[in-house]
């Protein structure tokens, strides 16, 4: 437990030690994604500041028996690595709606979620391309 606290106490440090770096005012992307099936999302991320962004992302989920879709917002933190590297953590929530139906039965309904993101992104600086590899439990 203690080295959950002091894990947390440097976190904080450094996000207040953050350095300044480039963040798009305005930003279109796609997250692809599976389960059971093809899923994505269509992203939109706006910056609020030199190291925050906010991120809308309207998903979808196809497979054989569970259709689905989502909206979710997340607020960003930014952390410049290196260059063009940055790292970001994110907190955010959202709704969404499914249907289910499978043998002759079928059920739908509809969500709320808490959602929260870690990831890894390379801004190329010769194009207007963002590359990223996150994680949203």
Avoid: C, T
């Avoid at 879709?69 to 940055?86: A, P, R, S």
């Avoid at 870690?118 to 590359?131: D, K």
């Amino acid at each position: 437990m203690k080295k959950l606290i002091l894990s947390a106490f440097m976190l904080l440090g450094l996000a207040f030690s953050a350095q300044s770096q480039d963040i798009s005012k305005n930003a279109l992307g796609l997250r692809i994604g599976d389960n059971d099936g093809f899923g994505g999302e269509i992203s939109y991320q706006r910056g609020l500041g030199d190291n925050n962004r906010l991120e809308l992302d309207l998903g979808w989920r196809n497979s054989n028996h569970v259709d689905a879709f989502k909206l979710v917002g997340l607020y960003q933190w930014v952390w410049n690595i290196d260059g063009g590297f940055n790292w970001y953590a994110g907190a955010g929530a959202g709704v969404g709606s499914w249907s289910y139906d499978k043998n002759g039965f079928s059920d739908s309904g509809a969500f709320v979620l808490v959602a929260g993101d870690l990831g890894i992104e390379y801004n190329f600086s010769e194009a207007p391309i963002q590359l990223s590899l996150d994680l949203r439990p």
